[in-house]
């Protein structure tokens, strides 16, 4: 969004490259006094807690790794931090794949089969789950999937009372709130990555004779190709951090392929709640900090290689 | 991009989008349906209609309690995020400095890295100064997560103002406190609003950072939570039709605010059906 605000990467001929009025001193130095105040501090702050302890009740602020070394010992037994964060990513990469595989046609949908006229309309439709508020829907979710719940119910109602949905408190449920989450944003970056694909080009391979799915296939997909790995990485680093979606429909620590363990931000919440332990949870959060800098890092070379591949 | 007609593929892509709108309207639909069936449990078939949830609701008080926190939290944080925003937006827009990247990564960062991490950071920071627990804890931290898409629109805004404005201005002998005030600001005020209201939603929806440093003083999200772990009842679903209708009003107003502009000042009648 802000890419696009900036638009032109030269600036035009009317902008001051410093100004040193009292508009110039106010228009950079609050922004970036109240930013590097309350944003920056907090998270230095978070390093710097991550290395103290807690005793009798108050933090003592003397440097050591004793949180780390509490954490690498429970890393596979005990609190099975590992688990946690092996969970975590298992169920953020799926989500991510699932969550780009069903908004993509459905993008592609909006573009191609919806008149051009009514597009913002379905566009702003898209969107509005977006804007009411996400606890209440994962809670509408679990009214939905609950045993006794609404789709069971409806499914025994008109007599298929043998099929019932029982997949609320697995991660199968957390995977369905993150992707209700998800879709919305997704398909207003996909949906904008479609419409910029240059027709002339859909034209032109129509053309030539190519199928709709050769055209997809071989133009479009390629053509928005940024689209997509911004959407698979913002779907990734949604569910990687979230909360809500597992607590709620994983119930803490829902089942999967990979058994039961909770994702590891319910991990992080949960630990607070029960030892309000601060320094520790701050140990955690960085643990849960350099994951996820590191799954950026795999992404951004994954996609490096794509990008010489299909050169 | 005209559909064509003798293909059976837009009729497949018009039936996969009714299936995705399904989903992505069933959860909304359902609470708003069982916020008045007298069920206790939400489950089909129902139990016939009645508003005694919603009698519940308001005779109840924690979720009202919530909710007039929230109404408080949130307002005054997208105002904050719209000062700070502005600045921002301005400075990003009007002068090359250095540290201008840095500026706008420091005010994007914070969407994009998970709010749990700013949660604990910030409950840290703020029990050092014996600040945590307090409406306006969430109320700064807020600020700090709903500046950057305030400052988006506000830049997005900004990006379409002529060169020539603020030139003219200069030239008639305004100063620049006065041209930013008289000229930018007004020009920039739909930009402001529509800021106001995405800062407004991220904010009333937040529930992570709030849940760390609220203390006692649940906003309303930590209160839905609290209800959803303990004994969830359907004066939830009359709360969550309530939010609903607001929301929809944000959405519309966001709508009518916000479509001329970001319609790349091609100003097009709205679709209405």
């Known amino acids: 969004m802000s890419a696009v605000a900036l638009g032109a990467a030269a600036p035009p001929a009317g902008r001051r490259r410093s100004g040193g009025g009292l508009v110039y001193i106010v228009a950079i130095g609050l922004p970036a006094a109240f930013f590097v105040a309350f944003f920056l501090g907090p998270l230095l702050y978070l390093v710097l807690l991550g290395f103290w302890r807690v005793e009798n009740f108050s933090i003592v602020t003397s440097f050591s790794f004793g949180n780390y070394r509490d954490i690498a010992a429970n890393f596979w037994r005990g609190s099975s931090y590992g688990l946690a964060i092996a969970q975590t990513l298992y169920v953020a990469a799926t989500t ?5 595989a069903l908004t993509y046609p459905m993008a592609l949908a909006i573009v191609f089969s919806v008149p ?3 597009q913002r309309l379905v566009i702003l439709l898209s969107v509005a789950p977006f804007w009411t508020s996400y606890i209440l829907r994962v809670y509408a979710w679990q009214v939905l999937l609950a045993r006794r719940g609404v789709v069971n119910g409806a499914l025994a109602y008109i007599g298929l009372g043998d099929w019932q949905v029982n997949i609320l408190y697995t991660q199968i449920a957390t995977r369905i709130g993150l992707l209700h989450f998800l879709a919305p944003i997704l398909v207003i970056i996909l949906y904008v990555s479609i419409r910029n694909v240059d027709p002339t080009l859909i034209e032109a391979s129509r053309q030539i004779g190519a199928t709709r799915i050769q055209t997809l296939g071989r133009v479009i997909l390629p053509m928005t190709r940024t689209g997509v790995i911004l959407s698979l990485s913002f779907a990734a680093l949604v569910a990687c951090g979230d909360v809500l979606s597992g607590s709620i429909l994983g119930g803490g620590a829902g089942d999967s392929a990979l058994g039961k363990a909770p994702l590891f931000a319910n991990m992080i919440v949960r630990a607070y709640a029960s030892s ?3 320094p520790h949870t701050a140990a955690l959060a960085i643990v849960l900090i350099l994951v996820m800098i590191a799954l950026l890092l795999i992404g951004f070379a994954a996609s490096e290689r794509t990008k010489i591949v299909t050169k | 991009m005209s559909v064509k007609s003798g293909s059976r593929l837009p009729a497949l892509g018009r039936a996969y989008l009714a299936f995705c709108f399904v989903f992505l309207l069933l959860p909304i639909a359902t609470l708003i349906v069982f916020s008045f069936q007298r069920n206790q449990y939400a489950s089909i078939p129902g139990q016939g209609w009645s508003l005694r949830w919603y009698q519940k609701l308001f005779s109840d008080g924690s979720l009202l309690d919530a909710l007039q926190a929230s109404l408080v939290v949130s307002p005054l944080a997208a105002t904050g995020a719209c000062v700070v925003g502005f600045f921002a937006a301005y400075a990003i827009h009007r002068y090359r400095f250095r540290g201008r990247v840095a500026l706008m990564l420091l005010i994007m960062t914070p969407m994009l890295i998970p709010a749990l991490i700013l949660g604990i950071g910030f409950l840290g920071l703020l029990s050092r100064f014996g600040l945590q627990g307090e409406l306006y804890s969430v109320i700064l931290s807020h600020i700090v997560l709903v500046t950057a898409p305030a400052m988006a629109l506000i830049q997005l805004r900004l990006s379409q103002m002529p060169e020539s404005l603020e030139e003219a201005a200069r030239n008639l002998g305004a100063t620049e406190w006065q041209s930013l005030t008289r000229i930018v600001l007004p020009w920039a005020l739909p930009g402001i609003a529509g800021g106001w209201i995405l800062a407004f939603t991220f904010s009333f929806d937040e529930f992570v950072i709030a849940w760390f440093v ?16 303990g004994s969830a ?41």
């Not at chain 2, 006692?216 to 772990?229: E, N, W």
């Not at chain 2, 004066?235 to 609903?244: D, H, P, R, T, V």
């Open chain 1, 96 to 100: 991510a794949i699932l969550a780009v």
């Open chain 1, 276 to 278: 309000t332990n601060l």
């Open chain 2, 214 to 229: 609220c203390g006692f003083h649940p906003t309303l999200p930590v209160a839905i939570y609290a209800y959803i772990v």
């Open chain 1, 116 to 118: 051009e006229r009514w």
């Open chain 2, 233 to 273: 009842d359907p004066s939830l679903n009359a709360m969550a039709a309530i939010i609903f209708l607001l929301s929809c009003v944000m959405l519309l107003c966001a709508e009518l605010i916000l479509a001329p502009f970001l319609a790349d000042r091609r100003v097009e009648a709205p679709a209405v059906a």
